[in-house]
């Protein structure tokens, strides 16, 4: 990403962690936050800032979803508080998302509430052990080009959903977007005590209910709560019929929350130049979505959009911003659902639109950068951001990227592979061994073609092949090489491999002449 600690507003960020610590525990504590007056203030406004944003989010993903909005709402509230305790990333926000939402909707369509709250105990279930068996390393296979791609990808789809609230709205609704984003933009050059998107929150709503002006507000979007969750355990039959139906889309839903979770975790250490712990926070997300389920709400993730308002605009650092995030919404919603009706969509989008800009990263689309980048780069993060933004899922667009990743890079390697023909040494003796040099990484993708590289024919009897340049890394190199042992043999003519290193030599010893007629 093209963001430094620098650019930040808010606090600075804490120092890199040591060597090895598993996280960012002294910065992103709860008792870091109290370190100072204007740290626990930058950390409540943060909080604050986030809730008045979840809220037509977490409506508007009920809605996808096909639940009552309280189900998301109240979903937000126990995933943000759970998550501010268990997760492993300090300031991430986590809650009912439109991931998630897209996952589990068939289940609400064609079987109900219930087995809805099943899926996602189910899932958080599924994702603990997932975190358990050391899922989060798996972090380390996804290139830069992709995390570029699903960053950029990430705004895209940021802007898209605001472009809804924009459409056959009253004409008054464009300037006071554009003075929502005109205040964020010049009032953090006064002061950065207080987080730009509150002010403009506060001052748009002001301005709307003084004015008496008629325009779409966040009570338009649907019915908030008057009451606080309370536990409740899904009314289904414990059978394998069950287990048959909620299984795939458990399944799914674990799998989309930690990736999203993850890659989001990863898009805030890179944001604060601190560390996160992958492993708890995917724990964290399985517990959370566990306590979700037994108060009954939809399920969910990290949320990106959130995370950046909480991290990147407000400046929050520490995992009382989360915790606060959590109890301001269910405060707000039930509490004080009558005045956050009241408050402008068009408040809400201006935050979210500065919001997309910010995470944007700009730097990857100059022309010279795509200049300098080697192509098979730029292709990696635009198959990222095109399959993403027309599925609508992050998820999908982060396989293919990496998908594609690995094809180019298989692609480029293979064409570092050679077989050198060597000439017989001067003086040397009359009718000695034909020698062939292989150097290169030898794959299934470099070493299928390495049957057709010699001179079966016209070679003398003795044929030695020297991997000394050479690397075996898998069976279909083997079997390659068997071919071409095999081809020399029908016409009575041995071959000789020498060179290979220990690790070559261990794969050919144990697999030559055990991979069958098919190889």
Same mark, same amino acid.
């Given at each position: 990403?093209?963001?430094? *600690? ?10 890199? #962690? ?50 009552? #909005? ?18 492993? &990333? #300090?300031? @991430?926000?986590? /809650? ?11 289940? %609400? ?29 798996? @972090?380390?296979?996804? #290139? ?30 464009? *300037? ?8 964020? %933009?010049f009032f953090p050059r006064l002061t950065k005590a207080v987080p730009a998107p509150l002010v403009a929150i506060v001052l748009l709503t002001a301005a709307v209910v003084l004015a008496g002006i008629n325009v779409p507000t966040v009570g338009d979007e649907g019915a908030l709560p008057e009451s606080l969750p309370s536990l409740l355990f899904p009314d289904v039959p414990l059978t394998l019929e069950t287990l048959r139906i909620i299984a795939p889309y458990a399944l799914a839903l674990a799998l989309v929350g930690i990736l999203e979770s993850l890659l989001t975790a990863k898009l805030v250490d890179d944001v604060t130049d601190t560390h996160s712990n992958k492993t708890r926070e995917a724990l964290g997300q399985g517990a959370a979505n566990i306590v979700t389920g037994f108060f009954g709400g939809m399920g969910g993730c990290a949320m990106i959009g959130q995370t950046m308002i909480n ?61 300098? @980048?080697? &192509? ?7 198959? =990222? ?34 077989? =050198? &023909? ?6 040397? /003796?009359?009718?000695? *061994?034909?020698?062939? /040099? ?29 991997? =000394? ?30 060179? @290979? ?8 010893? &144990? ?9």
């Amino acid at each position: 990403m093209s963001l430094s *600690p620098a650019d930040l507003p808010g606090p600075a960020p804490a120092p890199p #962690p040591v060597s090895g610590a598993p996280e960012a525990t002294a910065s992103g504590s709860f008792r870091a936050a109290f370190s100072s007056v204007r740290t626990l203030r930058t950390e409540v406004l943060a909080g604050l800032v986030v809730a008045l944003a979840l809220i037509p989010e977490a409506i508007a993903f009920s809605i996808i979803a096909g639940v009552d #909005p309280r189900i998301g709402l109240f979903a937000s509230f126990t995933m943000a508080v759970t998550i501010s305790f268990l997760g492993g &990333r #300090p300031a @991430m926000i986590s /809650a009912a998302t439109g991931a998630i939402a897209l996952v589990v909707a068939p289940v %609400v369509l064609e079987h109900g509430l219930d087995y809805l709250i099943a899926t996602v105990l189910l899932g958080g279930v599924i994702q603990v052990v997932l975190a358990l068996l050391g899922v989060a390393k798996l @972090m380390r296979f996804i #290139p830069r080009s992709v995390m570029v791609g699903f960053v950029n990808a990430l705004a895209i789809l940021i802007f898209l959903s605001q472009v809804t609230h924009l459409i056959d709205v009253p004409w008054i609704v464009y *300037p006071l977007v554009a003075a929502g984003i005109a205040i964020m %933009v010049f009032f953090p050059r006064l002061t950065k005590a207080v987080p730009a998107p509150l002010v403009a929150i506060v001052l748009l709503t002001a301005a709307v209910v003084l004015a008496g002006i008629n325009v779409p507000t966040v009570g338009d979007e649907g019915a908030l709560p008057e009451s606080l969750p309370s536990l409740l355990f899904p009314d289904v039959p414990l059978t394998l019929e069950t287990l048959r139906i909620i299984a795939p889309y458990a399944l799914a839903l674990a799998l989309v929350g930690i990736l999203e979770s993850l890659l989001t975790a990863k898009l805030v250490d890179d944001v604060t130049d601190t560390h996160s712990n992958k492993t708890r926070e995917a724990l964290g997300q399985g517990a959370a979505n566990i306590v979700t389920g037994f108060f009954g709400g939809m399920g969910g993730c990290a949320m990106i959009g959130q995370t950046m308002i909480n991290v990147k605009s407000s400046g929050a650092r520490t995992r009382l911003s989360t915790f606060l995030a959590g109890v301001f919404l269910l405060i707000l919603v039930v509490g004080l659902g009558d005045v956050v009706a009241i408050m402008p969509m068009a408040a809400l989008v201006a935050v979210m639109i500065m919001v997309s800009v910010g995470t944007f990263d700009w730097h990857s689309v100059r022309p010279a950068t795509l200049r300098r @980048m080697p &192509r098979s780069e730029t292709t990696v993060m635009l198959a =990222t951001v095109v399959v993403t933004v027309v599925t609508h899922n992050l998820a999908y667009g982060v396989i293919v990227g990496v998908l594609v990743a690995m094809v180019l890079f298989a692609n480029r390697v293979a064409h570092f592979t050679s077989v =050198t &023909r060597l000439e017989p040494v001067e003086g040397g /003796a009359a009718g000695g *061994p034909r020698v062939y /040099a292989v150097e290169g990484e030898l794959f299934f993708a470099s070493s299928n073609d390495l049957v057709y590289q010699f001179n079966y024919a016209d070679d003398p009897k003795d044929i030695v092949i020297d991997l =000394t340049g050479a690397h075996i890394w898998d069976a279909s190199t083997v079997a390659s090489l068997d071919a071409v042992t095999t081809r020399y043999e029908a016409r009575g003519k041995s071959v000789t491999i020498v060179g @290979m290193n220990d690790d070559s030599a261990a794969r050919h010893q &144990r697999l030559a002449g055990n991979l069958g007629a098919g190889h």
